[in-house]
């Protein structure tokens, strides 16, 4: 039983093309996040949500645009994808802040590797 | 916000101790210590994390100077599982919420 599951595992696409990679949580978390993994390894958040609305997005190109249809669920689609955006990009959940705790631990799926050719 | 220092890598035996420095000189009192690990073709893990005083839980403790400005995560005894990425992180309480920024990070190698 997986608590943060992202598909697909790998993607395989073409310059131009738009994607979709989906993510579930089944920890009744009330936050989620997408981070991406670059070749340097760094990791760096993109967007989080908090019950479905928005609450970070860092400067992220228009291009990527997430959707959470409910908790438990944050899906992220790619529009005219780039080389650049070729990398490992990884979901994760935590418990709402003023819930859970200041200090509530991030759980992070295990990342969908995207090759753009 | 505030940032973390650690060595790029670390070699360890296994069933040897693993000492992990980083260095946060400009900590504000806010700030809680995180330390999360990331395993080969994996998500990132939590491991610990503590404010002032040291902390034990069942996969590591963490050693926190007095001033704050330094921290130390310590493994027991290494395992070959535990050879990962190891991530020092400042988590801001007052911001509400609490995203992770992180770092480059220690790259721990176990040898058997």
């Known amino acids: 039983d997986t608590a943060v599951s992202q598909t697909p595992k790998y993607l395989v696409t073409q310059m131009g093309n738009d994607k979709s990679i989906k993510c579930e949580q089944n920890?009744?978390?009330?936050?989620m996040y997408w981070y991406k993994q670059d070749s340097k390894k760094f990791l760096k958040i993109m967007f989080s949500?908090?019950?479905?609305?928005?609450?970070i997005n860092e400067t992220v190109p228009n291009r990527f645009s997430p959707k959470s249809p409910d908790k438990a669920h944050l899906n992220l689609h790619i529009n005219s994808l780039e080389l650049g955006d070729s990398a490992v990009y990884f979901c994760?959940?935590?418990?709402?802040?003023?819930?859970?705790?200041?200090?509530?631990?991030?759980?992070f799926g295990n990342g969908t590797r995207l090759t753009v050719t | 916000d505030a940032k973390t220092t650690q060595p790029n890598s670390m070699e360890s035996n296994e069933e040897e101790p693993v000492h992990l420095p980083c260095n946060h000189s400009?900590?504000?009192?806010?700030?809680?210590i995180h330390w999360y690990r990331q395993l080969p073709s994996q998500g990132p893990e939590y491991v610990i994390h503590?404010?002032?005083s040291n902390v034990n839980n069942r996969m590591a403790s963490l050693a926190i100077a007095e001033d704050r400005k330094s921290s130390t995560l310590i493994l027991h005894r290494a395992t070959l599982r535990d050879a990962a990425v190891y991530y020092c992180?400042?988590?801001?309480?007052?911001?509400?919420?609490?995203?992770?920024?992180f770092g480059a990070g220690t790259q721990v190698v176990v040898t058997p």
């Open positions: 994760a959940s935590s418990q709402d802040q003023s819930t859970g705790g200041y200090n509530s631990p991030l759980h």
């Open positions: 920890l009744g978390h009330d936050t």
């Open positions: 949500y908090n019950n479905k609305e928005l609450i």
């Open positions: 400009t900590i504000s009192g806010t700030d809680y």
């Open positions: 503590g404010l002032t």
């Open positions: 992180i400042l988590r801001d309480t007052t911001d509400s919420w609490g995203k992770l920024q």
